[in-house]
C-alpha cells in the first residue's frame, strides 16, 4: 500500500478544503493517506513529524500565499529538517505542492515555486499538473501547471470552484500513480 502524506498550513479553511480534496483522490485510489499540519489549530490537527515524512512514499505540501511565499509555520518546520536531509531520507520521494492566494494575481505561483525549494533539496521528484488535465485550460479561478491553486476572493471563501476541485482531484490521483510505480 502507498502512503501518502498531504502536510498543510490553512488560515481560513481553504488549503485545508485542497488538502481534503487532494487526499480523497488520493483514498479512491487506495492509498493510505496521513492528512498533517504544523500546528493544532483544530481538534482533528494531526502535527506533522519528521518520521512520518521518512515512512511515506509521496507528499502533498500546501499553504496559503504569504507575498509569494509559503506560510511562516512551514518554513520553521522545514528548517528543522537538516538531519533528514543529510541522510538522504527523502531522496526520489515524489512529491506535488499547492496554495491559495486571496486574488487572482496573489502570488501563487511564486507561492508553489517556493513550496518546492525545500522538497527539491531534499532530493524529492517534483509533480505538476499537465496539460491533459482540461481544467487547467478552462478554470476561471486557480490551477496552474506548477500545483493546485485556489483563488479565495476578499471573503477568503474556502468554497473551491468545480475546475479547482478536479484539479486537486487530478493531482492526487497522479500523485498516486507515480508513488504506486515508483514503490
Known sequence: MVTVVVLYHSSHGSVE???????????FHGANVKLRTFEKRHEHDQI????DLIECDALAFGTPTRFGMMAAQAKAFWETTSDIWL????IDKPACVFSSSSSMHGG???????????LLHHGMMLLGVPYDVPELLSTRSGGTPYGATHVAGSDNSNELSECEMKICRAVGTRLFNIASKLK
Open 48 to 51: 506533522i513529524s519528521k518520521a
Open 17 to 27: 478544503a485542497m488538502a481534503h480534496e487532494i487526499g480523497d483522490a488520493l483514498e
Open 108 to 118: 501563487n505561483e511564486a507561492t508553489l515555486l517556493n513550496l518546492s525549494l525545500p
Open 87 to 90: 541522510k538522504g531520507q527523502l
